[in-house]
Every structure is written in structure tokens, then in C-alpha cells.
Nanobody, 130 residues
Framework: VQLVESGGASVQAGESLRLSCRASGFSLDDNYAIGWFRQAPGKEREGVSS????????YYADSVKGRATISIDDAENTVFLQMNNLKPEDTAMYYC???????????????????????WGQGTQVTVSR
């Protein structure tokens, strides 16, 4: 299993970015939860958004709700995180991660819990300046 993130950049506050996570070694047709997480220097890794194929639910952290959209391109085996109206507090390394298995109604707390996820990418840096 390999996850490769891209799309991170240095931007101004208010701008948008689309992060990509290309998956290999498994199919996005399988049963899994896939999530985006971030970690700023000196802070714990936190969940940003996740998607569970078992029930098609999408979860968002309160800090990004209304500004972030998670989506999947099955043909490209890629998961995207569209982030709009970026804020300086969004500055972090962003990671995607996968938790295999069928997950139905697992709830936001579990879906965004980094400790639940098995496989991780190397991350892509997002820096937002004022």
C-alpha cells in the first residue's frame, strides 16, 4: 500500500488549494475509510476530513467545515481535499491515511481519529501567510 500526497504550497490567506493523494497497492473500490490529517509544528496530528466507503459518509473537522471538500476519483485512484478560504491556522503538513475494512456510521470522532488509521503517506506542506 502506498499513498503519495501532492498539491501543497505556500499561499496567501483567502486563497484555495486542492491536495491530492494517489493510492496504489489497493483499489479505491475496496472497503475502507480514507482521511486527511494535518500536523503543525509542536501540535498533535488532527483529523481534517474523511470518507467511509461503507456508507458513503464524509466527515469534517469543525475548523474546516464549509471550507473543505473531500472527493474521490476512482478512475485515477486518487483522493482530493479542496480547501477554500485558507487561513494562517491551516498551516501544517497534510497527510492522507487509510483504514481498511467496512465502516458504517462510525461517527465523526472515530473517523477523524488518526490512531485508527493503518497506512500513511509522507505528507505535503501547506503554508498560509497573512
Amino acid at each position: 500500500v502506498q499513498l503519495v500526497e501532492s498539491g501543497g504550497a505556500s499561499v496567501q490567506a483567502g486563497e484555495s488549494l486542492r491536495l491530492s493523494c494517489r493510492a496504489s497497492g489497493f483499489s479505491l473500490d475496496d472497503n475502507y475509510a480514507i482521511g486527511w490529517f494535518r500536523q503543525a509544528p509542536g501540535k498533535e496530528r488532527e483529523g481534517v476530513s474523511s470518507f467511509t466507503t461503507g456508507d458513503g459518509r464524509k466527515y469534517y473537522a469543525d475548523s474546516v467545515k464549509g471550507r473543505a471538500t473531500i472527493s474521490i476519483d476512482d478512475a485515477e485512484n486518487t483522493v482530493f481535499l479542496q480547501m477554500n478560504n485558507l487561513k494562517p491556522e491551516d498551516t501544517a503538513m497534510y497527510y492522507c491515511a487509510v483504514l481498511f475494512g467496512t465502516h458504517i456510521a462510525i461517527g465523526k470522532r472515530t473517523a477523524l481519529d488518526a490512531g485508527q488509521y493503518n497506512y500513511w503517506g509522507q505528507g505535503t506542506q501547506v503554508t498560509v501567510s497573512r
